[in-house]
């Protein structure tokens, strides 16, 4: 949870930062912001209560909070392109204890350079982890360790082409690409575990191919639907075992600060475990978004694909 505050704590003064620079621009020309800052932070809670209920059942009380920012940077021919996302949330059940329900942190940084419309050459990096340790068994400290910071923890480095027509679309494909693998825990450091070749091995060097995209989608009016998905194929061994990811967050607003998140992920990674991983939340709550305005791309005469 420290790890949580600390990484919470930085990114809040690179949004500070941001700011400044916005306002800054600001002075010069009030039409086009170049800094453009669209986040959202969010705070679920779930709770649940029996007494004498024959149906049964056993009281819990969840928590679930996390920040989801995208922080941009357009001018001219270029596109830097900032996302954070982090999200931690506990459950404590009576008769089994606290649960971890959520942890991630999922971080890039994508810089192009406009050659053609929407098309750009680019280079990009993005860091994936977890806050604390996952256990083989729903999370039971008492169970098998089988993950925790840093433990697997993912770096990406490469460079290709991003294509861009509009905010809600992103497709970047990097055919050369670099995929560090990192296993801090010790425990954890043992040979066939997240690919590692030999006990001991702290981390594993990956190079290949690698797309991503991202797709928006305005379901109705206070209904939004963001679509995630990856391919990463290592040209260095066993380039077809590709490792999948796919990701979709329906958020449901019902005001300004209520709102209601539902998510899926799917994973598949040879590396990890044969098989594909499946996780599902739901969660009701506060959520605050924060729009800094109009940017470049949202003002209607640089949306060459929209006839006039």
């Not at 082409?161 to 801090?184: A, E, H, K, Q």
């Not at 590709?242 to 967050?249: N, P």
């Not at 598949?268 to 996780?279: E, M, S, V, W």
Request: aromatic share 12%; net charge positive; with cysteine.
């Amino acid at each position: 949870m420290k790890k949580f505050l600390l990484i919470l704590s930085f990114f809040t003064g690179i949004y500070v930062c941001a700011q400044e620079e916005l306002k800054k621009d600001s002075i010069v020309t009030d039409t086009v912001r170049y800094w453009s800052v669209l986040g959202k932070n969010s705070l679920m809670i779930n709770q649940a209560s029996f007494s004498n209920w024959v149906g049964g059942g056993a009281n819990n009380v969840g928590w679930l909070a996390g920040i989801d920012y995208n922080i941009t940077y357009e001018k001219d021919k270029d596109l830097w392109e900032n996302i954070i996302v982090l999200g931690y949330g506990q459950n404590d059940t009576k008769g089994l204890g606290v649960r971890k329900t959520q942890d991630v942190i999922n971080v890039s940084t994508n810089y192009g350079r406009k050659f053609s419309k929407s098309w750009y050459f680019s280079l990009g990096a993005g860091l994936q982890s977890q806050f604390s340790a996952g256990y083989e068994d729903g999370n039971n400290p008492e169970a098998k360790k089988i993950s925790n910071f840093m433990a697997p923890g993912y770096l990406n480095i490469g460079m290709g082409i991003t294509y861009r027509p509009n905010d809600d679309l992103t497709v970047t494909l990097r055919p050369t690409n670099g995929r560090w693998t990192f296993v801090s825990d010790r425990e954890l450091q043992i040979a066939g575990n997240y690919g590692l070749k030999s006990d001991g091995d702290a981390s594993l060097l990956q190079f290949g191919f690698l797309g991503t995209a991202v797709y928006k989608l305005k379901v109705m009016e206070g209904v939004n639907l963001t679509n995630t998905a990856s391919v990463f194929s290592n040209y260095l061994d066993h380039p077809e075992r590709l490792v999948l990811a796919y990701g979709a967050v329906l958020n449901l607003k019902v005001n300004k600060y209520i709102s209601s998140n539902i998510t899926v992920d799917l994973l598949y990674d040879h590396n990890q475990i044969a098989k594909t991983q499946l996780k599902q939340t739901l969660g009701i709550g506060f959520a605050y978004t924060l729009d800094n305005g109009v940017k470049r791309s949202d003002r209607k005469d640089s949306q060459w694909w929209i006839k006039k």
